[in-house]
């Protein structure tokens, strides 16, 4: 079993920048692929970025690549997502996951999820 808590959530400026945490427990975490998703009111849950257990590998959303970020410190089981160059449209409710193996895409491949963390990026 993992646990996942995502933090660094909150209201932002257009062009601004978060980093969000996501602190990880539970047996062998360290060898999980994580993966980051947002999801808007009325939309979606959508892929944003995905690291694999060793950070040899990385994955990332067009809609954010260059943008944004994925990075993992296994010593202290936290994955981050540095979010730079905020838009309206990333407002959503961000979400960190894990799942055993490679790094994948597909939110339904994910077998552990956070509760997320409110992200509102004002004009």
């Known amino acids: 079993q993992v646990q996942l808590v995502e933090s660094g959530g909150g209201l932002v400026q257009a062009g601004g920048s978060l980093r969000l945490s996501c602190a990880a427990s539970?047996?062998?975490?360290?060898?999980?692929?994580m993966g980051w998703f947002r999801q808007a009111p009325g939309k979606v849950r959508e892929f944003l970025a995905a690291?694999?257990?060793?950070?040899?590998?990385?994955d990332y959303a067009d809609s954010v690549k260059g943008r944004f970020t994925i990075s993992r410190d296994n010593a202290k089981n936290t994955v981050y997502l540095q979010m730079n160059s905020l838009k309206p449209e990333d407002t959503a409710d961000y979400y960190c996951?894990?799942?055993?193996?490679?790094?994948?895409?597909?939110?339904?491949?994910?077998?552990?999820w956070g509760q997320g963390t409110q992200v509102t990026v004002s004009t």
């Open positions: 996951a894990a799942r055993y193996g490679s790094i994948n895409y597909l939110s339904s491949q994910y077998n552990f």
């Open positions: 539970g047996r062998a975490v360290s060898t999980y692929a």
């Open positions: 690291i694999s257990w060793n950070s040899g590998s990385t």
